[in-house]
T-cell receptor, first 113, second 113 residues
Framework: QQQVKQSPQSLIVQKGGISIINCAYE??????FPWYQQFPGKGPALLIAIRPDVSEKKEGRFTISFNKSAKQFSLHIMDSQPGDSATYFCAASWNTNAGKSTFGDGTTLTVKP | KAGVTQTPRYLIKTRGQQVTLSCSPISGHRSVSWYQQTPGQGLQFLFEYFSETQRNKGNFPGRFSGRQFSNSRSEMNVSTLELGDSALYLC????????????FGEGSRLTVL
């Protein structure tokens, strides 16, 4: 049973555009929702994260929107740049079980110049 | 501060062999988790160790095992390798502050022939 569903699988955006990736979770016990960015040949790296007590978090060009009632959260990348081309994973965990995170299947983002 | 170090980075084995992968976490991090990454299955949780004890375990067969040493370094072992074990094996460490963030290494790419 997949507990975190991510869409789309791939995304192509023009430079300067907005990239939007969505995730839905099932387990209401999750209380930490991070997004990881992975470049080829590298391990995933934390990009931004949110806890369910807030509906939105913004860090530079990256924003997480969180809808607790719908059990959904999304990543918005404003003014997308070619350097943002990477694979993005949403994840969910219990704070006390950070080591056991459940990941979405990933979204490959390509930003065209 | 040095990041998470995984060795070896690449290895090729044949079916039936066994393999041992090593992970050195960030200094001060006592939690080490292992994930299997494949194109079809995404990031799948294998197990987590904390202070030399397995704290969580994913849904993998008993051929997959691990351990953690007193200096927090961890190893994972896969016995009787199968073709389907070909994957990128990622190690991640996290701090005892339970912030939820995982710090990943660059992974060990295993190919089983």
């Amino acid at each position: 049973q997949q507990q975190v569903k991510q869409s789309p699988q791939s995304l192509i955006v023009q430079k300067g555009g907005i990239s939007i990736i969505n995730c839905a979770y099932e387990n209401t016990a999750f209380d930490y929702f991070p997004w990881y960015q992975q470049f080829p040949g590298k391990g995933p790296a934390l990009l931004i994260a949110i806890r369910p007590d807030v509906s939105e978090k913004k860090e530079g060009r990256f924003t997480i929107s969180f809808n607790k009632s719908a059990k959904q959260f999304s990543l918005h990348i404003m003014d997308s740049q070619p350097g943002d081309s990477a694979t993005y994973f949403c994840a969910a965990s219990w704070n006390t079980n950070a080591g056991k995170s459940t990941f979405g299947d990933g979204t490959t983002l390509t930003v065209k110049p | 501060k040095a990041g998470v170090t995984q060795t070896p980075r690449y290895l090729i084995k044949t079916r039936g062999q066994q393999v041992t992968l090593s992970c050195s976490p960030i200094s001060g991090h006592r939690s080490v988790s292992w994930y299997q990454q494949t194109p079809g299955q995404g990031l799948q949780f294998l197990f987590e160790y904390f202070s030399e004890t397995q704290r969580n375990k994913g849904n993998f067969p008993g051929r997959f095992s691990g351990r953690q040493f007193s200096n927090s370094r961890s190893e994972m072992n896969v016995s009787t390798l199968e073709l389907g074990d070909s994957a990128l094996y990622l190690c991640a460490s996290s701090s005892t502050a339970n912030t939820g963030e995982l710090f990943f290494g660059e992974g060990s790419r295993l190919t089983v022939l």
